[in-house]
């Protein structure tokens, strides 16, 4: 037996991604965003209400994304909570913000991997904007890569947000190859 929950989306997981920008004195400012991915191989959608990451992106149309990781669970949970109107999100968590070589937007040194976007796209969808962002470059730390020189998902412990129950967790164990495990029904 099934039970309706109404309209409550629940899909799961949702990434963790933390958005970096800068305001219009070239401070830089984080904020936790849930609400996003992938659209495309090279391009990342967020969605994000009023905020000053919103002015920030409107005004440089650039902006960094970077997973958060377990080793940073409090600072990016800092980021969803503080609010970079009225407090130097940048400063009071310690974190390390340099300018990117690609975009004109921070990279945080601690996270591991961090996509560099250009603003493709700006949709408006009633008080909340979609930024469609070009990925124009992708940085990882080595020691984050497998043999091969991929990413290695079990050494970052990217964290993904349980929405149901206001929690944090970790990507988990491997149940199936993609492109291989539905082969049994072919």
Not at 10 to 24: C, G, H, K, R, T
Not at 104 to 120: Q, S
Not at 140 to 148: I, Q
Request: aromatic share 8%.
């Amino acid at each position: 037996m099934k039970k309706n929950l109404g309209s409550a989306g629940e899909l799961f997981p949702q990434s963790v991604f933390i958005v970096a920008s800068y305001d219009d004195d070239g401070v830089p400012n984080a904020m936790n965003v849930a609400w996003g991915g992938e659209c495309t191989r090279n391009e990342i959608c967020i969605n994000i209400g009023d905020h000053k990451t919103t002015d920030n992106i409107l005004a440089r149309s650039a902006f960094t994304v970077a997973p958060a990781d377990a080793a940073h669970v409090v600072e990016a949970d800092y980021f969803g909570m503080a609010t970079g109107r009225k407090t130097n999100k940048a400063e009071k968590s310690g974190l390390t913000f340099v300018k990117s070589e690609f975009v004109d937007a921070p990279v945080i040194e601690e996270f591991p991997l961090t996509m560099e976007c250009t603003v493709k796209e700006v949709q408006d969808w009633g008080g909340e904007k979609r930024f469609i962002g070009k990925i124009v470059n992708t940085q990882v730390d080595e020691s984050m890569l497998d043999a091969d020189g991929d990413v290695d998902f079990d050494k970052m412990r990217p964290l993904i947000y349980d929405s149901t129950h206001r929690v944090y967790r970790v990507v988990g164990d491997v149940v199936g190859g993609a492109w291989d495990a539905g082969k049994a029904l072919m």
